[in-house]
């Protein structure tokens, strides 16, 4: 499963249901405000936070303009550590690839820490058509595995449940899985826990393969990093004998020096945290310790077409820390669910998008699912500006002719009058004579908009006719103001490596 969910509707229909959903919204309402005024405590305590936002933002642009050079060059690390590397263009490539690693094991059984890149290929379907069971092992995961139920946050999967529906899925549920939930299980967070332990308990033991995604990749030593908050991660990662990683080619950044950046801002901009609990690294294999074979599967599936726009593109730099999920007024009210896909919120509104294409309904919706509020691009820590991105979006969904259709007869009119100066002077006085007559709220499709606000009063007389009232000498109007050059790039943060191939700012 690969692209939008199955069966999901447009991103309109399907926040209509769940904006009526009142559980789904407080639910979300209270976590989302939780997670967000920790992560500003957090963020507030570095004095340099927004050198090290641009530090981060650069590290990744200037990877991503040398992303061929680097994605060879950890192929070649992570050979010489003692992995093995494999190249998949689409989720079905990937799925393939996957599949027959572990059925070359001869398990039938994988243990999983939490991936997004695998939901995104639908890795645990193809798995499951191949007689082989994934279990889910990070907690939210769990949840959202034992109630047949999809991811609706990056960060807390299970963030549209509470902790009695919680308990209800532990209770009924887990026993089809493995070890039962605890008799008289209550919906204490603790007790949760605890039986969310003794149920993976038996899978960590008994596991022979994990699989993994990774947060980062280090190209000058074929390093993973894998950063998580409970440990489930590095029981996977450590104690079965074959490990299979599926990551992102946008994953990967230079060096240690460049590693260090995102350490430092992933944790605060998502866990609200100044550093994970656990995060593990691993270089190919060793005989020591860790699992005897590595697998590295490098998955493109729409990342290279992505690349190739120069405003989308930026989209590449998410981290996958979920903060421009907490600060959107639009996520808020409709959930995860609404966007269709593993990648919700205002990152998923421009990600999937370029991943998938504008084909289905629903990718064509999701440049819309957004007030352009901005407050997204302010808690980034690598400075996407989505609000810029979603709007490019718009404008290539309404060149296909995908668009509202009542958007594109607008804008088609606009440019018309606009184009003929005529016209535009003619709708001017027309606009400026009756708008005594114009109502406060827009009718049919247009009046969703107007319930919140009210239209912009047209003013008595248009700026043309007042200059050519005040300026009888004729002088014409004056133009609009030329748009300002662009600025010189800054120097290279801190993290730059001067031995890096292209020097220079990232």
Request: proline fraction near 7%; charge should be negative.
């Amino acid at each position: 499963m690969s692209g939008t969910y199955l069966g999901m509707p447009a991103f309109p229909e399907a926040a209509k249901k769940s904006v009526d959903d009142r559980t789904l919204r407080a639910n979300l309402r209270h976590a989302t405000h939780t997670i967000r005024d920790r992560r500003a405590e957090a963020v507030a305590e570095l004095a340099d936070w927004a050198q090290l936002r641009e530090a981060g933002a650069r590290i990744k642009e200037h990877t991503l303009r040398r992303l061929d050079h680097y994605l060879v060059q950890l192929e070649q690390a992570v050979t010489d550590a003692g992995g093995t590397v494999h190249w998949a263009a689409d989720a079905d490539e990937a799925n393939r690839i996957v599949t027959g690693l572990v059925k070359a094991t001869g398990e039938t059984e994988v243990v999983k820490v939490k991936s997004m890149a695998t939901q995104e290929i639908g890795l645990n379907e193809a798995l499951e058509a191949e007689g082989i069971a994934a279990y889910e092992t990070d907690l939210a995961e769990l949840i959202v595995q034992l109630g047949q139920d999809r991811p609706s946050h990056i960060l807390v999967p299970a963030i549209h449940r509470n902790r009695s529906e919680i308990r209800d899925i532990f209770a009924g549920q887990m026993g089809r899985w493995g070890r039962p939930a605890p008799e008289g299980l209550t919906d204490e967070p603790a007790d949760l826990a605890e039986a969310a332990r003794l149920h993976l308990r038996e899978k960590f033991l008994r596991a022979k393969v994990g699989i993994s995604g990774a947060n980062f990749m280090v190209a000058e030593t074929g390093t993973l990093v894998v950063v998580e908050s409970e440990g489930n991660g590095r029981m996977c990662l450590t104690l079965p004998e074959t490990l299979v990683s599926v990551v992102g080619i946008e994953k990967v950044v230079p060096t240690w020096q460049d590693l260090e950046v995102f350490l430092q801002s992933l944790p605060r901009s998502s866990t609200a945290e100044r550093m994970n609990p656990y995060t593990s690294t691993w270089t190919g294999t060793t005989d020591a310790d860790g699992p005897k074979t590595f697998h590295l599967v490098l998955l493109d599936n729409g990342r290279t077409d992505t690349l190739a726009d120069t405003v989308g593109r930026q989209a590449l730099r998410c981290i996958r820390c979920s903060a421009c999920l907490n600060v959107c007024p639009v996520y808020e009210r409709a959930g995860g669910h609404a966007y269709g896909s593993v990648y919700p919120g205002p990152i998923g509104a421009i990600l999937n998008p370029q991943l998938h294409g504008t084909g289905s309904e629903v990718d064509a919706s999701l440049p819309y699912a957004s007030s352009l509020c901005g407050a997204c691009y302010d808690v980034c820590p690598v400075a996407i500006d989505i609000p810029e991105v979603l709007v490019h979006l718009r404008e290539r969904v309404a060149g296909t002719g995908k668009g509202h259709r009542a958007e594109r007869a607008a804008i088609n009119a606009a440019g018309w009058v606009l184009d003929h100066p005529a016209a535009l002077t003619a709708a001017l006085r027309a606009a400026s004579l009756t708008r005594k007559l114009h109502p406060k709220r827009l009718p049919g499709p247009g009046r969703a908009w107007t319930d919140s606000r009210d239209l912009p009063e047209v003013p008595a007389e248009s700026f043309r006719g007042w200059w050519k009232k005040n300026n009888p000498g004729g002088a014409a109007a004056p133009a609009a103001p030329a748009a300002p050059a662009a600025p010189t790039a800054p120097a290279a943060p801190p993290s730059a490596n001067p031995g890096s191939p292209e020097e220079g700012p990232r």
